[in-house]
């Protein structure tokens, strides 16, 4: 008879692998009706519902209902809360932590430096224009001066310092994206308070300070973790610090930006375009005003760090690292990816050397 019981809150993996994986285990799945494709999934009392008496929950990312207090007080055997994917911000880590509850991620390379690849090419999109002259060979045009693109890197011959690249959050797709850049020689500036001048050095990034960052720049690239702090960084005030020539790219999280002051700001010239992923609600609504704003926005649904190699959204490595995060936990033992590090002492107090697969 199964002894563990995992609530699936939002499937991801179309082979069902890493179910039987678990059922082979001895666990019983309960499965969410969110999926990567659509996110959105059961509300928050069908989720306390399926959550009854879970040892695991695991999934990833939601947007119908976050991971709740709520939904992990359903079972007071719950152990932990496992995500596919980078990013935590719809599992209310605090809520977890005060009740001895883990929580582990899965920053895969595949995912992260996905993200990092696919925010360079949507920079180059925007600056080089490639949209424009594709539509407007396709219509019959050829040669037109309002064509033109930005040449991104310093020049040798003329003098030509080059454009200045803005990184907002130096962790691991803010580095990447940094060293992506260097062989194209930007200046590449970068606000981050949480790390040290050493990892600026080493990545030949220069240290500002976020007005400087949104002044300066003509690029800004938005790479920070969705923190109360976070929320809403970009508004409309700092977005009229920012040049008219810039363009912004937000594969970070859809909150991050003031997605009502963004369209208004590319609607009154205030900055020139947008690259987004990731929107503040998720998929961005049928009506939202960013769809009928031409060029100004380069839009992706939330899956620029997809790739062939990873898997969906470079999911393959994550299901699996999620997988084994659990299966650890079931056993009593600390799983590999911990977030939430500081509710590891209590957690191996409950549970530590206690199997129940
Ligand atoms: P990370 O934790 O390695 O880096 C985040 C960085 O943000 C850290 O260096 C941190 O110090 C910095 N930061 C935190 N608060 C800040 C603030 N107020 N100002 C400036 N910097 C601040 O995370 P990562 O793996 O690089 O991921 C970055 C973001 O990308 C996350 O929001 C993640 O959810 C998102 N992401 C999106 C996708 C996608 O599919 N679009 C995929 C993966 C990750």
Avoid at 66 to 71: A, D, E, N, Q
Avoid at 280 to 292: G, I, M, T, V, Y
Wanted: proline letters at 4%; glycine letters at 10%; charged letters at 25%.
């Amino acid at each position: 008879m199964p002894s563990a019981k995992i609530f699936v809150f939002a499937p991801a993996d179309q082979s069902g692998a890493s179910h039987k994986t678990l059922e082979d285990q001895g666990c019983q799945l309960t499965l969410g009706s969110a999926s990567w494709a659509t996110p959105q999934g059961n509300n928050e009392d069908e989720m306390v519902r399926a959550a009854a008496d879970a040892d695991a929950l695991i999934g990833t990312s939601i947007r119908s209902s976050p991971i709740t207090r709520s939904i992990m007080l359903a079972s007071d055997k719950l152990r932990v809360v496992a995500k596919y994917t980078i990013g935590v911000d719809d599992v209310d880590v605090d809520a977890a932590t005060d009740l001895g509850i883990l929580v582990t991620h899965a920053p895969t390379e595949s995912n992260w430096g996905g993200v990092a690849e696919g925010t360079f090419a949507a920079m180059l999109c925007l600056l080089k224009r490639l949209r424009e002259r594709d539509e407007h060979v396709k219509a019959g045009g050829w040669r037109d001066e309002s064509l033109q693109g930005s040449f991104l890197g310093a020049r040798d011959s003329d003098g030509y310092e080059g454009l200045t690249v803005g990184i907002v959050g130096l962790g691991r797709i803010g580095s990447r994206l940094s060293n992506l850049l260097r062989p194209w020689r930007p200046n590449i500036i970068a606000y981050d308070p949480y790390v040290p001048d050493s990892k600026f050095a080493e990545h030949g990034v220069k240290r500002v300070d976020y007005d400087t960052l949104l002044r300066e720049s003509d690029v800004v690239s938005f790479h920070v973790v969705l923190t109360s702090e976070t929320r809403h960084m970009l508004g409309e005030e700092e977005m009229s610090m920012m040049k008219p020539s810039a363009v912004l790219v937000n594969t970070s999280r859809g909150p991050v930006v003031d997605q009502a002051a963004l369209a208004q700001a590319l609607k009154d010239g205030t900055i020139r375009a947008a690259a987004l992923d990731v929107f503040e609600d998720e998929p961005l609504e049928a009506d939202s005003e960013l769809r009928s704003l031409g060029h100004k926005v380069l839009l992706s649904p939330h899956m620029v760090s997809a790739n062939t190699s990873g898997g969906l959204g470079g999911l393959r490595e994550g299901i699996a690292w999620g997988t084994q995060d659990v299966l650890k936990a079931l056993r009593g033992e600390t799983p590999d990816h911990v977030y939430n590090v500081e509710v590891i002492d209590r957690w191996r107090g409950r549970f530590g050397g206690t199997s129940v697969i």
